[in-house]
């Protein structure tokens, strides 16, 4: 039968870091080569502890509360997968919430509110649900946010947003665009904002100057894109391409321009923040930035499970980076 000193003289580490993955000790610092190397070992050998035992011990429930917006968003399921992989390594499981609409995750809130949990994966939108469950949570347990939002306690996991938009905007510019859009998700998010930053950065690099009616808003939804790319080709003479900061949203617009007759990539260009299989599919079919959305949601599982509280820090996912993904929905202008 397998031991924690059989696991730590196989992964040449003390008996003492095996006990402490194998718990969950929120005050352990090892690299995440040494834990992966660990838990690799644990499942090998097939090591499992007295569970009873070690909740006595840890006076821990063994779940996670993940809290979403929009779950049926194809661009959350790899954050999802990320986050539930990272949490069957550390033997935690995750609960799903859904914080789109008022009362949807009340049952989430209970849990947290009670201690039901030992953790909160906030994906920020800066609604007033986001904040009361940060609040929540603040009182009881580690929180981790997701791209957006602030708090004194809690830690933010971010990627390269305004490196995502240089790389799309870019890749424009050097088909030979120069009259480039860009539709933002929400200005109020500090995401969305990073990512014009970086549309802007990458223009002004080639010495030109963007205009006002050249930043549109596009959401994340496939309707938002719809409105935003007629809303912005109408109201920015000259246009021939554009920026969308949501694949989905990026896909509705694709939509909204073959519904206006304008050809793509003939009459205009588009190229879409973050990856998606339906991107793939799509007539024409959509160039993309692949943006880590599986790390980020391993990240902010093993960052919350590591942690005990403490001052917030920013933690930004950069291996692997965002790539281009070129397609057909990008070419040449006129």
């Known amino acids: 039968m397998a031991t924690i000193t059989t696991i730590a003289r196989e992964a040449g580490v003390s008996p003492a870091v095996v006990s402490r993955i194998v718990n969950c000790d929120a005050s352990l610092r090892v690299s995440r080569a040494t834990r992966e190397r660990v838990e690799k070992i644990i499942r090998k050998l ?17 779940m996670l509360a993940l809290v979403m917006h929009n779950l049926d968003n194809p661009v959350n399921a790899s954050i999802v997968g990320g986050a539930q992989g990272a949490a069957a390594r550390l033997g935690k499981c995750i609960i799903l919430g859904e914080a789109s609409k008022p ?7 209970d849990l947290i509110g009670g201690g039901g949990v030992d953790g909160l994966i906030l994906q920020g939108a800066a ?12 009182r009881k347990i580690p929180t981790v946010l997701l791209q957006s939002g602030k708090s004194e306690n809690a830690t933010l996991v971010e990627f390269e947003n305004r490196n995502a938009a240089w790389l799309a905007t870019s890749h424009l510019i050097e088909l030979g665009h120069r009259r480039i859009g860009i539709l933002d998700v929400d200005k109020q998010l500090e995401f969305s ?14 010495g030109i100057q963007p205009e006002p009616s050249w930043h549109g808003t596009g959401g994340s939804h496939f309707a938002d894109g719809a409105r935003g790319i007629e809303n912005l080709v109408g109201g920015a003479e000259g246009l021939t391409a554009a920026v969308s900061s949501n694949v989905i949203s990026g896909i509705g ?3 909204r321009l073959a519904d206006m007759e304008i050809a793509v990539p003939g009459d205009f260009s588009l190229v879409a923040i973050h990856d ?18 599986k790390h980020m949601g391993e990240t902010a599982v093993e960052e919350v499970c590591s942690r005990s509280g403490g001052h917030a820090r ?5 291996e692997p980076g965002p790539s281009l993904e070129i397609r057909m929905s990008a070419g040449p202008p006129r």
């Open 46 to 62: 097939d090591y499992s502890p007295h569970a009873a035992a070690r909740s006595l011990r840890s006076a821990k429930s063994g």
């Open 103 to 109: 009362g949807e995750c009340s049952h989430v809130e």
């Open 127 to 138: 609604t007033e649900m986001d904040r009361a469950l940060s609040r929540a949570a603040r």
């Open 193 to 206: 904002r990073e990512r014009v930053a970086g549309w802007k950065d990458a223009l002004l690099n080639f």
């Open 253 to 255: 617009a694709l939509a």
């Open 276 to 293: 998606s299989e339906l991107a793939g599919y799509v007539r024409p079919s959509l160039t993309t930035v692949r943006t880590p959305l």
């Open 314 to 318: 920013r933690i930004a996912v950069r």
